[in-house]
């Protein structure tokens, strides 16, 4: 069956959730011939593949990239006929800020050789005047130190795994700034099986972090380890959004589900607008939502409620800086924690990392983006109000870059808030996600994606949701 084309509508399926998640499950559900109907509780779909309007630029306000280290994206892009735009980042890297004895800050360029700052080599001569020489000596100890019984922890998190092998200093100069702007998480607080999937397996046959850091890097293909669309990410959702009205899904914005119920022939899904009755359902929002909508039904579900993860705040500026031409700190900026006076997490540098925005913006014009907000409950950064984070971000920029920046150089602004977009895999998840997959598949015609159970990143939410869409497809005609 060629993909696009519809065929005579089978089972009928609702979809909870209009994100990217929900609208991947939606396109394999489609595929193979099923009515289905996708209810998206805000106004409009992609849930964190996101656009805003900012000085005639149309600019991602949640995703800007994609992982290259599989073909999930690109396929799909593919697919939708948004193959040829993709691009690669400009290879200059990021900087990171960090807390100097000297002069109580410092700028940095971030070694490319890692993953999530852990890097590959400990001989790297650029690592003692990151982290000090005592520290860079402790690192180095990785290539000698047996593994023990490190391994064999069932919950064992990122954070433990780098300071048992390579030290404190590592973890909170290199590993933490770069898991806290991409994760906005504590690498503590992340199993190490989610947050770097196979990290574990290539630790034991090549006997130390840094050598299975460096066997990852060197299996995953060639080139930047990540990508984006000419235009922007966004264009994924929209487009995706358009090519299921094309083959015949319904998708209805704006539409809250109040209550879902198993039926003895199915399910029904009740919003403010009435009752549907459907074959099945797939739940597709953030994990509060999730089981709160089916506890009622699957009451095994209420134990593993996860926690709500506090927002995340983005500031984007577009200013008339033309002193940043010259790119003074690479792609952008991660901030260490303990960075004195500094708020935001991480800057992006927009029209330095993607080419194809600084020829649209024009010369001397730069769109930089502040994540402001760690994950933490207690992180009040991205609590402030917005009049507030403008001028928090404006000080941050200045300060990150090296370069002033004032009101009178903004041209625009906007700020952006996520709330559960960011879900942290937590100790033990592995084990959480396994219970509520038992659970649901108890339930006839029930299926749950999202990144709460999937993880983060468009690859494994992607990924995911096509799996479980496709799965669900093959139940429901056999059943037929």
């Known amino acids: 069956m060629s993909r696009g084309k519809q065929v005579e509508a089978g089972p009928a399926v609702v979809i909870i959730g209009g994100g990217i998640a929900g609208l991947c499950a939606a396109r394999e559900l489609v595929v193979a011939g099923l009515h289905v109907t996708v209810l998206e509780s805000s106004a409009v779909f992609g849930g964190s593949v996101a656009s805003h309007e900012l000085a005639g630029l149309t600019l991602d306000a949640g995703a800007e990239s994609f992982s290259t ?15 040829n735009l993709i691009r690669t980042p400009n290879g200059a890297g990021a900087w990171l800020y960090l807390r100097s004895a000297e002069s109580g800050s410092t700028a940095v360029p971030l070694p490319q050789s890692g993953i999530l700052g852990i890097p590959a080599d400990v001989r790297d001569p650029a690592l003692p005047g990151l982290i000090g020489r005592a520290a860079s000596l402790r690192a180095g100890l990785d290539r000698a130190l047996p593994l023990g019984n490190l391994l064999n922890q069932d919950q064992l998190s990122l954070g433990a795994v780098v300071r048992a092998r390579m030290g404190p200093e590592v973890l909170k100069r290199l590993v933490a700034p770069v898991v806290g702007g991409v994760l906005s998480a504590d690498p503590d607080d992340l199993d190490v099986d989610a947050a770097a999937p196979g990290l574990r397996a290539m630790m034991r046959k090549h006997g130390s972090l840094g050598a299975a850091v460096g066997a990852m890097r060197k299996a995953a293909p060639a080139g930047t380890a990540v990508a984006g669309l000419e235009g922007g990410m966004h264009q994924l959702a929209s487009a995706l959004s358009q090519r299921l009205e094309r083959d015949g899904a319904v998708l209805r914005a704006s539409e809250r589900v109040q209550r879902v119920q198993r039926t003895a ?89 993607w080419l194809w925005l600084a020829e649209r913006a024009g010369p001397g014009s730069h769109v930089l983006r ?6 933490a409950v207690d992180d009040e950064a991205a609590q402030q109000p917005d009049a507030d984070l403008y001028l928090a971000a404006l000080q941050d920029a200045s300060a990150l870059l090296g370069v002033e920046i004032t009101q009178a150089d903004v041209v625009d602004w906007d700020v952006v808030r996520w709330t559960n977009a960011l879900p942290h895999a937590t100790l033990g998840h592995r084990d959480r996600v396994a219970r509520i997959r038992a659970a649901a598949a108890a339930e006839p015609g029930l299926e749950l994606t999202g990144a709460w159970l999937a993880g983060t990143g468009l690859v494994a939410v992607i990924d995911n949701a096509r799996d479980r869409g496709a799965a669900l497809a093959r139940r429901l005609l056999v059943d037929r």
Not at 71 to 80: G, N, Q
């Open 69 to 83: 280290r599989s073909d999930t994206v690109p396929a799909l892009a593919r697919e939708l006929g948004l193959g």
């Open 265 to 353: 022939n199915g399910w029904t899904v009740t919003t403010r607008t009435g009752a549907m009755q459907t074959d099945a359902v797939v739940v597709a929002t953030d994990g509060p939502t999730a089981v709160d909508l089916l506890t009622p039904t699957v009451p095994g579900l209420a134990d593993d409620r996860p926690a709500v993860v506090p927002a995340v705040a983005l500031v984007s500026l577009v200013v008339d800086v033309p002193e940043l031409d010259a790119a003074p700190r690479g792609t952008g900026v991660l901030v260490a924690r303990d960075a004195p006076g500094m708020r935001a997490k991480a800057l992006t540098h927009a029209t330095v990392k």
């Open 370 to 375: 502040l994540s402001f907000g760690r994950g």
